[in-house]
């Protein structure tokens, strides 16, 4: 087998179809980087690969459409800044989050991730052609927590972000909590980690009631 048939072989078997490949997973016996970056040029060319950004490719879907294929930009973010080999190490927040569930029609144009692999309290990068913010959470994220912390960022910042109040307000955060299962008791122990003002907004919403127990 040629080199540049080898790394293709290596990418089909590892990798699916539109899943992010990271340059730095291809690691191939008897191949330098060099060589591997070389291969991957060639196979672009014949369409066998996409580069969807620095150091970021991926292996195309075929489609009945005329339509470039891409990358879900959700997918590369989870991959690159939400989930490590211990599980889940970050979540989506600000706007976007605040979209999902409901309290605010404001879609922003760009990504607010809290993530352990944040190297510095706040920096703007971009993945393709998105502006993403990637931000120091305020305590180590985990599969236990990841649920509960982009709630306590919501609330720190209820004020600025929400388009609703009253009942309506109440009733989007508590769906939220039912839908992932989250207590009162389970915010707790992270109360600690943020400004006292969150108490005055859990109480403007009516959190401190506790209705979800």
């Known amino acids: 087998m040629t080199q540049c048939e080898i790394v293709q072989t290596f990418l089909e078997k590892n990798f699916k179809k539109s899943e992010p490949i ?42 009945m459409f005329n339509i470039e294929p891409t990358l879900a930009i959700y997918d590369v973010i989870y991959k690159k800044y939400l989930s490590d080999s211990n599980g889940i190490c970050g979540y989506i927040g600000g706007f976007m989050f605040a979209n999902k569930i409901g309290i605010t029609t404001q879609v922003p144009s760009y990504y607010e991730v809290f993530t352990n692999k944040a190297t510095t309290d706040c920096r703007a990068v971009r993945l393709g052609n998105i502006r993403t913010i990637i931000r120091r959470p305020y305590t180590v994220v985990n599969n236990q927590n990841a649920s509960v912390l982009p709630l306590l960022d919501l609330l720190k910042n209820i004020d600025r972000i929400s388009e609703i109040e009253g009942t309506e307000l109440e009733n989007c955060i508590y769906a939220y909590m039912t839908f992932k299962n989250i207590s009162f008791q389970d915010l707790k122990p992270f109360f600690k980690y943020y400004p006292d003002s969150i108490y005055k907004n859990m109480y403007y919403i009516g959190l401190l009631n506790d209705k979800s127990s």
Do not use: C
């Open 22 to 63: 990271f340059l730095s997973e291809i690691k191939i016996p008897g191949l330098t980087d060099v060589a591997i970056r070389q291969q991957l040029k060639k196979l672009i060319k014949k369409d066998v690969v996409k580069r969807y950004d620095t150091g970021i490719y991926f292996l195309p879907e075929k489609s």
